[in-house]
């Protein structure tokens, strides 16, 4: 029996819904990109040793209240763009098509900057680790290496780890870390317990804006919940939810794990011993009061994180690549996929190829993988993506300033600008203070290299726009559109249709 | 009997294992946007406004063809999109498929094993020239820049839309690749529509990859 009145409730519909992410699994993916422990062992102690402020607790649940103000216009126009959780369609289509491939630009430099940084962590704690456990001494880029070759295959074999393990991680993570939290706090140094470390007023000191990049480094990763925006059961209420519980539960987790950090040695004593133990430093602190057992946990969890973001950022990469090069934003090449894994084979390989590069030139120069790869490196990587922030915001204003879209008012204009603002402030003082954040002399022209690398992208990108809207029109018309409605992305296009069936 | 999905499942599976040549997102729609095809040819939907629409209820002759208008007809009043449409019949396509050439007796089942476990169930063909046709039959074609039949270009369509293209035309020159990208330019205005919404189908679940 057929009929073609409606049912009651739509078989596809509800077969398709079934399949539909909740809130918690959306917090998961993107939470387990962030890698907690990477964060907590080894962005915070570098950001205190290298940076010397003993602001980065404030910093972090400073960051924290400005990225959930940037969450609200952001995930708002996410329901109004396709291609959600591109930055640069984001900013295509607010700022315009220059800014949009200026913006792509900048994205692919500051992603591979934060992949690729990561080796550094990676290599370096993993060699210290067999070298302190096992006495076997293994140069930290062997490792990296290692590490880079693991990333490189699993790339292009489209392996993700498994959602589960993953989950299983993240959780063991956040408990550990939790975990010595609790117990630097409960073994305070001499002062006891104090909050001047939480003290708001660090957020005007002279020394603010480095600390506050380090911060923002640490929560890259958070705006992927909105690349899910159309599996979800409730695109409307789940994407921004999922965003806020991933903002606040790390921004909560990284205050407190700093500022126990300082607890345990002392506000006063913090970047000395930072600087004395580096990335050690948390496992040092809680070796006395947890036994051998649980600090072995912790560093392999440290590792493993750390590889599930190597991973995951590769992932990202690859990914933006792909979609770039779908739309012929860029060569149209990296639009390839692999044909049996369905992963972007050529985006995957192009990452690969330039990771292997800057590390080998890392590793010949003797650079040391904790400075001047783990955190210079990571640390230019957030000020990209704070720089697209920024831009992202400024976006939404101006998206929603041409038509509304049924969006409040705090949506649409008063959480944009006021994170515009707040954002464009941590980018200048950033900018201003790069060089106490590198820890290199003032004047020297290593602090404004960073910061310019990001300014020739944009330029690049500029240009590369012009030449798009010369040569290829149909490619630049629809920047920032998405696929569906870019007719070089598809060879099922336009064209004058003629076979029709005979049947 | 036109039966495109069956070409196409020849074509995504190898001839003599019945394993799969693309990944499993890419054979699902790949497998949904073949069984759509051919009811579009045979004119019973049509796509308007990249929704589906039903033209003509009277039931076709074979079984799968059947069941799968069926759930159109009973779905026709909310006119569901091409996307959607891929989305949810993907998730038995293939199988579905694989049942069809089943029951004609050009497949057997055998257990898929993996380590030892059985993970799953392989298609195997029964006769590996009838199960290569449609490759050779499409390569050979194509290679020799020859016009190609309404049939054949569906085929040629939905292998360029699902990736399978560079294993057809595996080490052909440029040209030839050019010549299938023109040739399917020619195709009727729903069966691009539906392979323009197969490819971007198929791109999108490259992005929004997760286990």
């Known amino acids: ?503 | 009997m036109f039966a495109l999905a069956d070409d196409f499942y020849w074509l995504s599976h190898h001839d003599g294992t019945g394993k799969p040549r693309l990944h499993a997102r890419a054979i699902e729609l790949g497998c949904a946007a073949a069984l759509l095809a051919e009811l579009i040819s045979s004119r019973h939907i049509g796509v308007e406004d990249d929704r589906i629409t039903v033209l003509d209820s009277r039931p076709p002759a074979d079984a799968l063809m059947h069941l799968i208008l069926d759930q159109v007809i009973a779905e026709a009043a909310r006119a569901h999109s091409i996307r959607t449409w891929l989305a949810f019949l993907g998730q038995h396509a293939p199988g579905q498929i694989a049942m069809r050439l089943l029951r004609a007796g050009h497949v057997h089942m055998e257990a898929q094993r993996k380590l030892g476990r059985q993970v799953g169930v392989l298609y195997v063909p029964v006769d590996v020239n009838v199960a290569a046709w449609p490759w050779a039959m499409l390569s050979q074609h194509l290679r020799r820049h020859e016009p190609l039949e309404y049939e054949p270009l569906c085929l040629a369509g939905l292998a360029l839309a699902s990736g399978l293209h560079t294993y057809l035309l595996d080490g052909a020159p440029a040209e030839t690749f050019d010549y299938l990208n023109r040739s399917v330019r020619t195709l009727w205005t729903p069966m691009r529509a539906l392979l323009f919404h197969t490819h971007a189908a198929i791109g999108d679940a490259v992005l929004a990859h997760r286990t």
Not at chain 1, 421 to 437: E, H, K, R
Not at chain 1, 487 to 499: K, T
């Open chain 1, 1 to 503: 029996m057929t009929t073609t009145k409606p049912v009651r409730t739509s078989n596809v519909a509800n077969t398709l819904a079934r399949s539909r992410l909740g809130t918690a699994s959306v917090v998961f993916f993107v939470m387990a990109a962030a890698a907690p422990l990477t964060v907590t062992a080894g962005g915070a102690t570098s950001g205190f040793a290298i940076t010397g402020s003993t602001g980065i607790p404030i910093a972090y649940l400073a960051v924290a209240a400005i990225l959930a103000v940037f969450a609200v216009g952001y995930v708002a126009m996410s329901r109004h763009v396709v291609n959600a959780g591109a930055f640069y369609s984001y900013i295509s289509q607010g700022l315009g098509r220059p800014a949009g491939v200026a913006a792509a630009f900048i994205a692919v430099l500051a992603y591979n900057a934060m992949q690729i940084g990561l080796y550094g962590g990676f290599g370096a704690v993993l060699s210290g680790f067999l070298d302190q456990r096992f006495g076997v001494s293994v140069a930290w880029w062997l490792c990296a290496l290692a590490g880079w070759a693991m990333v490189a295959v699993l790339g292009v074999l489209r392996v993700d780890i498994n959602g589960r393990v993953l989950a299983i991680m993240l959780l063991a993570e956040i408990a550990i870390a939790a975990l010595f939290a609790v117990v630097m706090v409960a073994h305070p140094a001499e002062g006891g317990i104090t909050f001047s470390t939480l003290s708001p007023g660090f957020l005007f000191s002279a020394w603010i804006g480095a600390a506050l990049v380090t911060a923002v480094t640490g929560f890259v990763g958070f705006e992927a919940t909105v690349v899910f925006s159309e599996e979800t059961r409730d695109p409307k209420r789940t994407i921004a939810r999922a965003t806020y519980i991933a903002v606040a539960v790390t921004g909560a987790l990284y205050g407190l794990s700093a500022w126990a950090l300082t607890i345990a040695t002392g506000p006063d004593n913090i970047v000395a011993a930072a600087q004395e133990h580096s990335t050690e430093l948390i496992f040092t602190l809680v070796q006395p009061h947890v036994g051998q057992f649980v600090v072995d946990l912790g560093h392999m969890l440290f590792i493993t994180s750390l590889f599930a973001a190597l991973l995951s950022f590769h992932h990202t990469v690859g990914r933006y690549l792909f979609s770039l090069g779908r739309e012929h934003v860029q060569p149209g090449g990296l639009g390839n996929t692999s044909r049996r894994t369905g992963a972007p084979k050529a985006g995957s390989i192009t990452q690969s190829v330039l990771a292997f590069v800057v590390l080998v030139g890392f590793a010949l120069a003797r650079a040391d993988p904790i400075v001047h790869l783990f955190f210079w490196v990571t640390v230019t990587g957030g000020l990209g993506v704070l720089i697209l922030m920024t831009l992202t915001s400024a976006a939404v204003v101006c998206f929603f300033a041409r038509d509304r879209r049924g969006e409040p008012l705090w949506h649409r204009i008063a959480a944009p600008v006021l994170a515009t603002v707040a954002l464009g402030g941590v980018l200048y003082l950033t900018v201003d203070q790069f060089a106490i954040l590198l820890g290199v002399d003032p004047a020297s022209p290593l602090r404004w290299a960073f910061p310019a690398s990001f300014a020739f992208a944009a330029v690049l990108g500029l240009i590369w726009a012009g030449l798009l809207k010369t040569w290829r029109p149909d490619v630049y018309d629809t920047i920032g559109l998405g696929a569906n409605a870019a007719p070089a992305a598809n060879p099922f296009a336009d064209a004058a249709p003629m076979a029709e069936s005979r049947s």
